[in-house]
Structure formats: structure tokens, C-alpha cells
């Protein structure tokens, strides 16, 4: 009997029109954006004569009821054009579908779809900017951290960490740029193509696009409904798949010191960062950077579904339409999210960093360098030297910081007499080798463009705050852009009702 009386209660509030409050955020799904889209035909097709004003007020006041209604707690929110307009016609009556005239769900269902990723979007780029952040703050906190990278697996040179994870913002910046220039692709209106080729009805595509936060039209009116929508997922893809890839470049490169020891970076433990074996007591395992793999992984995968869901159909075909629900933009946040977690919980350890360094020949090349650069001794046979250096001090077990002049010089010696390209006396100095030998002399004097060395760190560190910030202003004028506009649309809509 309680419910009866409620649910009477609950029906003519609404039949007066007085709805209770509804939650604070509104879901901005499909419902949400066909009734942005009722509303501006309701307000432009007044305004343009294709509806009386009384007609445009009813229609309004019918529009408004159907969203105030499926903002009820459980109430249904239909997805598609079709399944929407009974609940127009149930309020307004019949001839409500008069600002359905020039529409289509073809047209309809795209512009929808567009305007559910280009939030998607936004909501990414905050992520990779986030990203793009805190890479250029622990570049400035390591500038004098030594590390050890690596190629082919293996220690091949030391650097800066400030180098290494500068090259990593770039790479994101070069993802947020393709962010960027793929909006301005998405960011057109198919409203008004209708199914293919326009219609009769003099329809204002242009203060459509402007009242729904479009830069402009998606002007050829079967290209805007039958091929872009299925071109755009495979484009995303191309931008996640980045995304991705970086990503797991990164986190493998963490992973591949949990093998070691003693690592020069990992996790910070616990707070859901690592978690320890059930079985072996010492181990530490890496938790959020196993998550965060994986969910790249599964980006990729949904790319390649993207991909597939558009081969060999027709265009205009549902299966590879652009479709909010099914857009992988919301996945690749999740991988940004995750990837910021993990910069925000490193560990760097610049004093065993400098220990690795010195337990293997990565000075080597600098080696060979040296003997071209001070003594014009050709690189193949300064190359051929320092491997022979190498081969002698992993046999006989001795570091590069305890290889001492005077076994370089027999080494040398030996060399020579079997090569007679080399010079019989050994060039270099103590000092020189010394030098040769040291990594943070080796990464000081780089000389190139992009080096390692201190100016040129500091000058890529003031380049990168420079993307950063253009992108960050981006963001903030793209959605300063489109609230401007729901907000007009609201307001010209309000005093239609």
C-alpha cells in the first residue's frame, strides 16, 4: 500500500511539472546528447519559421519533461533516435516529430557519437599532460642522477635520468599533439547530412554546429555521415597505440631492474604499489606496473577490434561507426592514469645508478672517441682497442674504475703488434684515460645538439615546460570553447520553455 501511495505521489509531481532534485552530475551519454541536440532544432526551428513559436514552446516544454524524467533515479535513458522519440511523442503528443524534419539517425547518431569522444578526448589529454608533468618534474630533480641505459637489453652508454625521462615527455607531447590535430578533424558537424545527401528543408547547419561546440562543418554531407564516422576509430587507434607503446617501453625498462638485485629505480612498497609473494618472503612484486601493462595491452587489442569492425564493409556500415560506448579513448586515459601513478611512485637511487656504471665498460666507446678526437687514431681501430680492453678486464674481473693506466698501456702494446694500423706507443694520457673512463665527464662534455650535458638539459627541460604549457592552454580553451556553448544552448533553450 506504502508504494502505491509513493509511486501516485511520484506521478503527479510529474504530471504538475514539479520534478525532486536530481543528482548533481548528469550522465553525458547518448540520452544526454540527443536531448542537447532536440533542443537546438527545437530552438533553431523556431526561430527560422519551420515551427510556430507555440508549437516551439510545447515541443520544449515536452523535451524538457523527457530528460527531467530520465534523470529519475532507475529511469531509462534510450540510447538511439528511435527508441528516444516515443518519449517525445508521450509528452508533447504526435506532432512533436515536426523537429525531426531534415534529421536522421544516421546524421544523429554520428554527431553524438563525436561528441561523446571529443569528452573522451579531453579527458585523455588531461592525462597525458599530467603525464608530460611530472616526467619534466623528475627530469629536473635527477639533471645530476647517472644512469645507465641500455640497447638491445644491454648497457650501452651512461646519461642524465633528466636525458632519458625529457625523451619520454617528448614523446608524450608528440602524442598530445596528435591529440590536438585529430580533434580538429573530429570536431565538425554531420548535423544536417541527414542520411547521405542533405535535405529539402532549408536547415541552419551552421548555428546547429555552433550551439553543439563544433568548430565547423563536416561539409560533404556523405562524407560526414558515411565515411569519416567510420575513419575516426581507426585514427584513434593510431593515437592510443602510442600511447600505448610508450608506456610499456617505459615500464619494461622499471621491470627490467626487478631482475637485478640491487636496482637503481623501483617502487615505492606498498600502498598498493607492490605486493609481496604468497609463497617467497623476499619478493617485492610490482604491482601497479604489471596493472598498468596490461592495460595497455588490452588498448592495443581494442584498437585492432576498431580496426577489424570497419574491414571490408560499406561505408555508412553500424559495425565501424564512431559509437561512443564502444571508443577506446576512456581505456587510454585509464593507461595515463597508471603510468602517472607509477612516476609519482619511483624510487631513484643516483648512488647506485653511478655503482652500475662502474661495474661495466659503458665508457667504452668514449674510449675509442678519445684516441680519434685527441690523437686521430681512426675510430674502427680505437674501437678495436677498447673491445680488446673489455675482453681483458672481463677476464682477468676488473672494473672500469679499477683499470689503471699502466694495464691499458700493455694492453695497448699487445694490441698493436698485431695491428699494425695502431701506433707501437700507447697515446693517451693517465689523465685522458682516466677521464675516458668516467661517466659523469663523458655525459658533461657531450657536444652535440640534444646532449646530455648541462646546458643543453636545462634548454630541452625550458622546452619541454613550453609544450606542456600550450598544451594545457589547449585543453583549457577547447573546454572553455564548448561550455560556452551547451551554455548558450541552454540559455536560448531555457527561454523557449
Not at 602510442?242 to 625498462?253: G, K, L, M
Not at 662502474?358 to 675509442?368: F, G, M, R
Amino acid at each position: 500500500m506504502r508504494k502505491s501511495i509513493l509511486t501516485l505521489a511520484l506521478c503527479a509531481m510529474i504530471s504538475a511539472g514539479s520534478l525532486p532534485a536530481f543528482a548533481k552530475e548528469t550522465p553525458r551519454d547518448n540520452f544526454f546528447w540527443l536531448g542537447q541536440i532536440n533542443k537546438a532544432s527545437d530552438v533553431i526551428n523556431t526561430d527560422e519559421g519551420l515551427l510556430t513559436p507555440e508549437e516551439g514552446h510545447a515541443f520544449a516544454k515536452g523535451i524538457d519533461r523527457v530528460l527531467k524524467e530520465g534523470s529519475l533515479p532507475n529511469a531509462p535513458r534510450p540510447r538511439n533516435v528511435v527508441a528516444f522519440e516515443p518519449y517525445l511523442i508521450k509528452a508533447a503528443g504526435p506532432d512533436v516529430t515536426k523537429i525531426h524534419a531534415g534529421r536522421s539517425s544516421q546524421d544523429m547518431l554520428t554527431t553524438v557519437g563525436i561528441m561523446e569522444q571529443r569528452e573522451h578526448l579531453i579527458a585523455m589529454a588531461k592525462e597525458l599532460n599530467r603525464v608530460q608533468e611530472d616526467l619534466i618534474r623528475l627530469a629536473e630533480e635527477n639533471k645530476d642522477t647517472l644512469i645507465p641505459n641500455y640497447t638491445n637489453g644491454v648497457a650501452a652508454q651512461p646519461n642524465s635520468m633528466a636525458h632519458y625521462l625529457i625523451a619520454y615527455a617528448n614523446a608524450y607531447s608528440r602524442d598530445m599533439d596528435r591529440t590536438e590535430e585529430y580533434y580538429k578533424r573530429l570536431n565538425r558537424s554531420p548535423m544536417g547530412s541527414t542520411v547521405l545527401n542533405g535535405t529539402g528543408w532549408p536547415l541552419d547547419r551552421d548555428r546547429m554546429a555552433s550551439y553543439l561546440g563544433f568548430d565547423g562543418l563536416a561539409y560533404n554531407t556523405y562524407d560526414a555521415g558515411q565515411i569519416f564516422p567510420q575513419e575516426a576509430p581507426i585514427e584513434t587507434g593510431g593515437i592510443t597505440n602510442c600511447i600505448a607503446i610508450h608506456t610499456t617501453s617505459f615500464i619494461e625498462e622499471i621491470m627490467q631492474q626487478y631482475a637485478q638485485p640491487r636496482p637503481w629505480v623501483l617502487l615505492k612498497e606498498g600502498g598498493g604499489n607492490t605486493y609481496v609473494s604468497s609463497a617467497m618472503p623476499q619478493k617485492r612484486n610490482p604491482g601497479i606496473l604489471n596493472s598498468c601493462r596490461t592495460d595497455a595491452s588490452t588498448l592495443l587489442g581494442m584498437s585492432v577490434e576498431a580496426m577489424f569492425r570497419s574491414h571490408n564493409i560499406p561505408a555508412g556500415m553500424a559495425d565501424g561507426r564512431l559509437n561512443g560506448a564502444r571508443d577506446i579513448m576512456p581505456q587510454a586515459a585509464k593507461v595515463l592514469s597508471g603510468m602517472d601513478r607509477i612516476l609519482n611512485n619511483l624510487v631513484i637511487h643516483p648512488d647506485r645508478s653511478l655503482e652500475e656504471l662502474d661495474l661495466d665498460w659503458t665508457c667504452s666507446q668514449e674510449i675509442a672517441d678519445e684516441l680519434m678526437k685527441n690523437h686521430g687514431i681512426p675510430f674502427r681501430e680505437g674501437h678495436h682497442f677498447a673491445s680488446e680492453i673489455v675482453t681483458y678486464a672481463r677476464a682477468h674481473n676488473i672494473t672500469p674504475k679499477n683499470f689503471t693506466w699502466e694495464t691499458a698501456n700493455e694492453v695497448y702494446k699487445a694490441t698493436a703488434e698485431k695491428d699494425p694500423n695502431l701506433p707501437p706507443a700507447f697515446p693517451m694520457t693517465e689523465e685522458e684515460w682516466n677521464h675516458a673512463k668516467d661517466p659523469a665527464s663523458i655525459v658533461r662534455n657531450r657536444k652535440v645538439k640534444g646532449g646530455p650535458q648541462s646546458a643543453e638539459l636545462d634548454k630541452m627541460i625550458r622546452m619541454a615546460k613550453d609544450d606542456l604549457a600550450r598544451h594545457e592552454s589547449w585543453v583549457e580553451n577547447t573546454e572553455s570553447h564548448l561550455k560556452e556553448a551547451e551554455d548558450r544552448l541552454n540559455r536560448d533553450f531555457e527561454k523557449l520553455l
